[in-house]
């Protein structure tokens, strides 16, 4: 019989984690550091990439507004509540005292929304130095093809381990961690390997769709819109029933497509399909009064008049659809003013899609929070499987909710294992 070969590697860990994306690299930092011999796996090239791109590069890493104990108001979900045990154990505050551990600088931009000063590799730098002190060991490029569960015997302390088949051989943990995140760009490493996973354990799931995303409009519909790719306005925005209404107060961006800016995706995570958008174009203006007014001492044209309060291009673009308005304000008729005003403070437009994972921030949906315990992100059916970050179906706000969620979340996993 050939002698056994000793392998390169150490093959028994405490607890595997696969994806070094925010969660992934947070979470194993906190469990090496807690003592846990530490296997992190990512099939990328380069660590921790939606990072990288992150808030323009400069990553908004946690948002100071974040209210936990109401997680409803930044977070969806079919459970928003779900997060509340682990974003009050591990706060924004908690977050920004380990950027300044490091000495990284960080502004606030709008809306309690925190950025790095300088870069986000800062915080990509920050949590591979928080693994390092962890021990922990990074397989990266590194592909997972399959995952088994090994049930002890009644005799170990352990109710099993998971045995994982890697292209860098088998290694096995009695605690398996999945932070493989959502399904927004594929290109830099996106996966449903985290959703096919928790099929595999029986895991139930909600489904995914694209949040945080740009919303797309049909061709000749959008025709007098098109030219106005590239123009940003202030926007009151809105969205479903008036028993669950959304509204948001922020920038619109006219895209040759559609629509995007902060005020579209926020809407995005709550839009449903073949639902219209409500947009009042002029919040805070009383715009049938200012026309009226305008009217009754202006002979200037109505699109040079509705160019003082609104973009020129989209004064122009609106007036151009309307030869009733084509006309000097005091020759315009009362009726088509009224209209005018109602349709700039009150537009109502069905999107007919979005841009998809290829553009979204963020995947709707995911692993279902009944699964899992919201103390330890562990699941309720399968000891020693744990998810957290964006594959489970929490999904934050635009403006640092979402790098909180994987944080907090990556914690009470840690704290738990
Ligand atoms: P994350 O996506 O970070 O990591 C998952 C990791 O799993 C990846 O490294 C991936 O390669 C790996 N993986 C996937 N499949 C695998 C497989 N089969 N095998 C091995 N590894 C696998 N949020 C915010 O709060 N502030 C912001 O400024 C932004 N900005 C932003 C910009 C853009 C362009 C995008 C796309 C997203 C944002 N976000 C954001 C959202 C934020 O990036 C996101 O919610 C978190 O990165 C989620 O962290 P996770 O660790 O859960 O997933």
Redesign the pocket.
Known sequence: MPAPTATAYPTAFDAII???????LFCAAQAGQLGLNVLL????EKV????R???GGR???TNRDLDVRAPHKHYVGQNPQFCRSALSRYTPADFIALMDKHGIPYEEKHKGQLFATTSAEDIIRMLLAECADGGVTRWQPC??KKVVFLPSSADTSSAGSYEVHTDRGVVHAPRLVL????L??PKI???D?GYRLAQQFKLPLVERRAGLVPLTFDGAAWQPYAQLAGLALPVEISTGSKKERMTFHEDLLFTHRGLSGPAVLQISSYWKDGAPLHINLLPGTDMAALLQAAKTHSRKLVANELAAHLPTRLADAWVSQQPELQRPINEASDKALTKLAEQLQRWEIIPTGSEGYKKA??TLGGIDTKALSQQTMECKTQPGLYA????VDIT?WLG?????W?WASAFACAQAM
């Open positions: 696969i994806g070094a994306g925010a969660a992934g796996i990512d099939h990328a921790a990439e939606k990072i791109i992150s808030g990553c908004n890493f592909a997972v932070a493989t995140g959502g927004s760009i490493g996106a996966t390997f921030e963020v957290i970050g964006e594959v934050g640092g909710y979402n790098f909180q994987a």
